[in-house]
């Protein structure tokens, strides 16, 4: 039996009309996304707001460009960090699947990325039409509360350039 691959995180630092950060988890064939305003933090007391938003395709997983003025999400997007995760629910001793978890508002996996590793969290605190959750890193050997990875690794994994650097190129 062939060995399926992992599924994959991915973040994007996108500078629309404000500067944040697109967490994305793929999930079923897509990427089941939220808005971090703030961005990931590597120190487990810190709540990061994220507000979840539809869902992308995976062909969007390694965007990198310019949405041109008027269309959805206008800005430049740079892929931030990007890897293969682990779902870490489980009820009973069985697992639960990540579609699961979210639907029931609490998800918890392990990331293997550039920048960000081990254990994190989304829970869900407000449904609505945008539901709100937070994004909490868990404590494990991969917390560091003095580490700030969003000031001081800006550029793209996949192209080593910043978001300001996208943004000045010509379209």
């Given at each position: ?31 089941r996304?939220?808005?971090v ?7 487990p ?17 390694d ?13 430049a ?19 639960v ?38 994004l ?31 943004a000045?190129?010509p379209?």
């Amino acid at each position: 039996m062939p060995r399926r691959r992992a599924p994959i995180f991915v973040i994007q630092k996108h500078a629309a009309t404000s500067l944040h950060y697109d967490f994305r988890l793929e999930v079923d064939g897509v990427l089941r996304s939220w808005a971090v305003p703030r961005g990931p933090s590597t120190d487990p007391r810190d709540k990061r707001l994220a507000v979840e938003v539809e869902d992308h395709s995976l062909a969007y997983a390694d965007f990198e460009g310019v949405h041109p003025e008027g269309a959805y999400g206008a800005g430049a997007v740079i892929v931030w960090d990007t890897g293969p995760y682990r779902n870490l629910n489980e009820r009973d001793g069985a697992e639960v699947s990540m579609a699961e978890a979210l639907d029931a508002g609490h998800a918890s996996f392990w990331l293997e990325g550039h920048k960000l590793a081990g254990g994190w969290s989304l829970s869900r605190f407000r449904e609505g039409a945008k539901p709100q959750w937070l994004l909490v890193k868990r404590r494990d050997e991969h917390a560091d509360a003095r580490r700030r990875p969003t000031s001081t690794q800006p550029e793209s994994v996949i192209s080593g350039r910043t978001i300001e650097a996208v943004a000045a190129e010509p379209g």
